[in-house]
Nanobody, 123 residues
Framework: QVQLVESGGGLVQPGGSLRLSCAASGTIFSINAVGWYRQAPGKERELVAVITTEGGTNYADSVKGRFTISRDNAQKMVYLQMNSLKPEDTAVYYC?????????????????WGQGTQVTVSS
């Protein structure tokens, strides 16, 4: 069974940095596009960053210049480097990936989601 697990969240002061990690495990044939979402209390879930198979990236306007998404295909890892953090960045961050892998009925391609990791930016 395919699983995604995020780590690296925590409490940081404004202006600080955190690096989130997302590890994929299970019977995986390929990992296509990968992204990070976040959801803050009282707000809708928003797409923060995406990275394609070819390495192309896109970011939400609110994080451009501060966040960097990257991937290590060999290690099945995805990262989100977050610099110059602001209180507005406080949210639960989720990793999602388009994966072709084993399912209960054989092989299939679908989006998978991690359990989320809390990022709190506060003084």
């Amino acid at each position: 069974q395919v699983q995604l697990v995020e780590s690296g969240g925590g409490l940081v002061q404004p202006g600080g940095s955190l690096r989130l990690s997302c590890a994929a495990s299970g019977t995986i044939f390929s990992i296509n596009a990968v992204g990070w979402y976040r959801q803050a209390p009282g707000k809708e879930r928003e797409l923060v960053a995406v990275i394609t198979t070819e390495g192309g990236t896109n970011y939400a306007d609110s994080v451009k210049g501060r966040f960097t998404i990257s991937r290590d295909n060999a290690q099945k890892m995805v990262y989100l480097q977050m610099n110059s953090l602001k209180p507005e960045d406080t949210a639960v961050y989720y990793c999602t990936a388009d994966i072709t892998g084993a399912t209960t009925t054989g092989w299939g391609r679908r989006d998978y989601w991690g359990q989320g990791t809390q990022v709190t930016v506060s003084s």
